[in-house]
C-alpha cells in the first residue's frame, strides 16, 4: 500500500477519541483571543517517498515514514505565546501481517497556570524515563542528548558532538524532532537556520510549555549574558517578521532549541556558548 493510501484511510476513519484526564478539567478560553497554526504534513519528502522499513537509533529514526507528523498548534493573537497543541503521528509501527499502520497523538495545554498534557497520564507509575525531576542528581549527571537536521552547520555540528559525547541524533521533519524532546527521547532539539516556520514549531511549543519547557530563539539565548536574569526569548507566533516577504513573514528567525528541562536548558547554552561562541552564531 502506498503512503498517500495508507494516510487517506488514516485521515477519513471514525475515530472516538476519548480522553478521561480532560473530562475533569474545566477551564475557559475566550475564542476571540485564539489563533491557530496547522502543517497537514510535516515531514513532506519522507510521506512521498514513503519508507516504511527504517531502523531507529535509541528510539529516533532517521527518516521514513514514523517522521510524518501533522501539526496543530494554538497561540493567543495578543501575546503570541502558544497555548495547546497537537501532534498526530500517523505512521509509528506497522503490522507486518495485515499491513495496517498504527498511530499515535500527543497534546497539550498551557493557560492561565493550567499546564496539563498526554504524557502525563500515559507513564507507570515508578517510571521516570518520560519526565526528570529538575532537582535529581541524574540530570545533572548524565550527558546530553540531541536531535539536530542532516542539514546542521558544520560548526553546530562539532560543537553538539563535544557538549553531547555522542549522543547527537540525525533527524527529518522539524515536527517529528520537536516530538523527540517531547518523548523524552533527547534533551534538546537545536535548529541554527532561519527554515522552520511557525506552523513548524508551535504545537510542540504548547506541549512543551504544559511539560515545563518550551522553545526559545537560539541566536537570542546566545546573545545574553547567562547572568542576565532575563526571561527566556520563547518563540512568539503572532507578528510577522519585519522586512521579510512570502513564507519568511512567519520563519523561526534566529534559529531555535527546543527542551524539557530549563535546568537542563541553562546548562546546555553554558556549554554551548563555551563550545560555539555567542559571535558565530550570527553568521
Request: net charge negative; aromatic share 8%.
Amino acid at each position: 500500500m502506498l503512503a498517500s493510501e495508507a494516510l487517506a484511510k488514516v485521515v477519513h476513519q471514525d475515530v472516538d477519541l476519548t480522553d478521561p484526564s480532560l473530562e475533569a478539567l474545566e477551564i475557559s478560553i475566550p475564542q476571540d483571543i485564539l489563533g491557530i497554526w496547522v502543517d497537514p504534513i510535516d515531514s513532506t519528502y519522507q510521506y512521498i517517498k514513503g519508507s516504511a522499513n527504517v531502523k531507529s537509533n535509541q528510539g529516533v529514526f532517521p527518516n521514513g515514514l514514523q517522521c510524518v507528523t501533522i501539526l496543530i498548534g494554538v497561540y493567543d493573537i495578543q501575546t503570541g505565546m502558544p497555548l495547546m497543541g497537537v501532534i498526530n503521528q500517523p505512521f509509528v509501527s506497522q503490522n507486518l501481517t495485515t499491513l495496517r499502520w498504527k498511530g499515535q497523538y500527543y497534546w497539550g495545554l498551557s493557560y492561565m497556570g493550567t499546564n496539563i498534557h498526554s504524557l502525563q497520564f500515559s507513564i507507570p507509575k515508578g517510571n521516570n524515563s518520560e519526565t526528570h525531576t529538575e532537582n535529581s542528581d541524574l540530570e545533572f549527571s548524565r550527558p546530553f542528548s540531541a536531535v539536530i537536521s542532516t542539514s546542521e552547520k558544520e560548526t553546530i555540528k562539532a560543537a553538539m558532538s563535544r557538549i553531547c559525547e555522542g549522543g547527537v541524533f540525525s533527524a527529518a521533519g522539524a515536527g517529528y524532532k520537536s516530538l523527540c524532546v517531547v518523548q523524552g527521547l533527547v534533551d534538546i532539539y537545536i535548529f541554527s537556520e532561519d527554515t522552520t516556520y511557525k506552523w513548524d514549531s508551535c504545537a510542540a511549543h504548547a506541549i512543551l510549555r504544559a511539560m515545563g519547557g518550551g522553545i526559545v530563539d537560539m541566536k537570542e539565548c546566545l546573545a545574553r549574558s547567562p547572568e542576565s536574569g532575563l526571561d527566556l526569548p520563547q518563540l512568539l507566533y503572532h507578528m510577522e517578521n519585519k522586512g521579510a516577504s512570502g513564507v519568511d513573514l512567519w520563519a523561526n528567525k534566529g534559529g531555535l532549541i527546543a527542551y524539557r528541562s530549563r535546568n537542563r536548558l541553562d546548562t546546555f547554552l553554558s556549554c554551548l556558548t563555551q563550545n560555539l561562541g555567542p559571535l558565530k552564531t550570527q553568521t
